[in-house]
């Protein structure tokens, strides 16, 4: 089955700077989607961005973007410009046959 | 809007009593999973259909948990008899068979006391 690893548990950042979360993954597999999912205390599950992997362009939406490495297995998360409603858990998700998720990162963003 | 709705989205409950939990998919979408998110274990995969048949039920503990799809806009996750160490959030969530989006229901929070 396949693997997803986050290995920074929590992670803070000053308002109006930037943060990266940082994702690896590990599968035998040649097509697949990853996303990054947003979760504030309201405990909603928000979708904040995808990439196909057969697409070497890095997805961005607004202030979000990713730096996907496929040969590394890599996909890392940036906020630019990180605002107070940006802290919340942030999950990495791994998508083929089924979705499967890492342990998360807790970000706050400091005033 | 299209969502995915969950319900309940509390359940407070006795230990050994039936819980059912609802899960009314996007419309239009093939594939639905089920996830429970615990502090301690994060989100787990416990059961996911596509096109209404199970497809992997491996992460659901096979005496006492059940999920079902009975039509399209329906899947139910069933626990029986319930434990204290079934208390979690239990989140559904819908998507494509390709794999481009999967959007999350607002899960429901369950108490066995």
């Known amino acids: 089955a396949q693997t997803v690893t986050q290995s920074q548990p929590e992670m803070s950042v000053q308002e109006a700077e930037t943060v990266t979360l940082s994702c690896t993954y590990d599968?035998?597999?040649?097509?697949?989607?990853l996303f990054w999912y947003k979760q504030p205390p309201s405990r909603q599950m928000i979708l904040v961005i995808r990439?196909?992997?057969?697409?070497?362009q890095n997805a961005t939406e607004n202030r979000f973007s990713v730096n996907f490495q496929k040969a590394a297995k890599s996909f890392s998360l940036k906020i630019s410009d990180s605002q107070l409603g940006d802290t919340a858990m942030y999950f990495c998700?791994?998508?083929?046959?089924?979705?499967?998720f890492g342990a998360g990162t807790r970000l706050t963003v400091k005033p | 809007d299209a969502r995915v709705t969950q319900t309940p989205r509390h359940k407070v409950t006795e230990m050994g009593q039936e819980v059912t939990m609802r899960c009314q998919p996007i419309?239009?979408?093939?594939?639905v999973f089920w996830y429970r998110q615990t502090m301690m274990q994060g989100l787990e995969l416990l059961a996911y259909?596509?096109?209404?048949?199970?497809?992997?039920d491996s992460g659901m503990p096979k005496d006492r948990f059940s999920a079902e799809m009975p039509d399209a806009t329906l899947a139910t996750l069933k626990i029986q008899p319930s434990e204290p160490r079934d208390s979690a959030v239990y989140f559904c969530?819908?998507?494509?068979?390709?794999?481009?989006?999967?959007?999350f229901g607002q899960g429901t929070r369950l108490t066995v006391v």
């Open positions: 969530a819908s998507g494509l068979v390709s794999g481009a989006e999967a959007f």
């Open positions: 419309l239009g979408h093939n594939t």
């Open positions: 599968t035998s597999e040649n097509n697949y989607y």
């Open positions: 259909f596509r096109n209404r048949a199970p497809l992997d």
């Open positions: 998700a791994f998508v083929s046959y089924d979705m499967r």
């Open positions: 990439q196909e992997a057969y697409k070497q």
